[in-house]
């Protein structure tokens, strides 16, 4: 039993709730605790990263035992996979937070955000940890009421129109997972994500069954705003302050939305080919149409909210083809390898998006404002700010040497292997799409030089917030590693042997 998994939700949520009682006192205290909590757990969760590997840690809440191989208690479960997702929202978490120390002083009740924040933190956590659907469904919506809060934090008509818009189809995701959990549920007479696999590999009714992977495909399709999905996303990204919609972006739709449906998908279902070809087809049109979204678009953080669209349709595309190979019981190499490209780009995506949020920020931050037509020039004046706008550019472009080239590569080579050759090629164009649309963003932002413009006004952001998005660079270099063998198999493989073993994932929990 690993005492550190319970300390990822206790220490966000007591932090939320010291913030709010000592924030009427002295309001600098929620900016530093709340970078202190995101620090420590930054720390755990590279250390679990380094020592779980193969193994799978299970804690056992209030220390119910399973009774006959049946789980009774509240199970919180750590292994490769869901290391890997907790290092993305606690790293980004402390970087955001360091990010929101001056950037947030130009708004008011300081307290309040970072209560919220820690509160949508510690969700994410619970959410990735939680070894029942039940459980993941209430850190869920703890992550996602504090988020419809932050969306509208600037309380302008835009922000509380963007939350509105976004808290009702949160509101339809979550009946739709509720509905489909109490399905489950009525069926297996069991919330435990093992046993529920366990009761449905003995025999189940396949058309209810798919009713069941619809209903939840939907609701979290929904969090994760894959097309059609995705009408809340353009909004609610662009209308967040800059660290929080690096938090959605990055973090957010990957630990609420993809996460939860690769887990269900491959360690709570059995997997099929027909469900597998209906999430490889929403990942397809995710990359295609969010791409043809983006490219139009003149403000930035609209431009970027797109993106995320698109490339979020990168890892399910990537992942859904493994999905299909697996189904028909051929290829298991290339099925590792699909799910590896799908991942590693899922972790890239947290470092180069969220970098460009950042970017988008500090943009802001200095000129007051978003649209790339009223920008140009900034190159001189805000050197920190466009060296790593490049960096992260090139990376979800797909340019080497930067992270992104080599996850896209991935992808692509692992849909020729499996003769998807067609999917392949519409990767490699909205790639190209993807450079057009980022070389625009470079060229009107920095480049572009409005007449009887007033360079003077416009300077670098201060260090925090230069540091963070230093620190995002430099991670948009270094994790070009996980493409070499050795750091690869020990960072991603655990990871994949866990979705597609589903034994190794269950039998721990339930002993069989």
Known sequence: ?????????MIPLAGAFLIM?????????????????LTVLAAFSIFSLAVTGENTAVYKVGGWEPLNGIPIGIHMVMDGFSVIVLCIINIVGVLAALYSIPYIKRYTSENYYYSLFCLMIGGMNGVVLSGDIFNIFVFLEVSAISSYALVAFGVEKNELEASFKYQVLGALASFLILLGIALIYWKTKTLNIADIREVFS?????TYY???????????GLKAAMIPFHAWLPDAHSSAPSPISAMLSGVFIKAVGIYVIIRLFFNMFIVTENISILITVMGTLSMAVGVFLAIGQWDIKRLLAYHSISQMGYVILSTGIGM????????????????????????????FKGLLFFNAGAIEYSTGTRDLQEMGGLAGSMPATHATSFIASMSISGIPPFN??????????????????????LAVVVSIITLASFLKFQRYAFYNKPENKDDKKNKEVPLPMVFSMVIMGILCILLSLLAFPGIRETILEPAINILTDPLKYSSLITGS
């Open 404 to 425: 992104g080239f080599f996850s896209k590569l991935i992808i692509i080579i692992a849909a020729i292997m499996a003769g998807f050759y067609l999917l392949a090629a």
């Open 21 to 37: 009682i000592t924030g009427r006192f002295a309001v600098w205290f929620g900016r530093y605790l709340t970078t202190l909590i």
């Open 202 to 206: 003995t025999g189940y009714d396949r």
């Open 210 to 220: 798919l009713f069941v992977q619809i209903l939840l495909l939907g609701g979290f």
């Open 324 to 351: 299909i190979l697996i189904a028909r019981g051929k290829s298991p190499e290339i099925a590792a390898l699909a799910i590896a490209g799908g991942l590693f780009h899922l972790v890239n995506h947290a470092a």
């Open 1 to 9: 039993m690993n005492p550190l998994i319970p300390l990822f939700v």
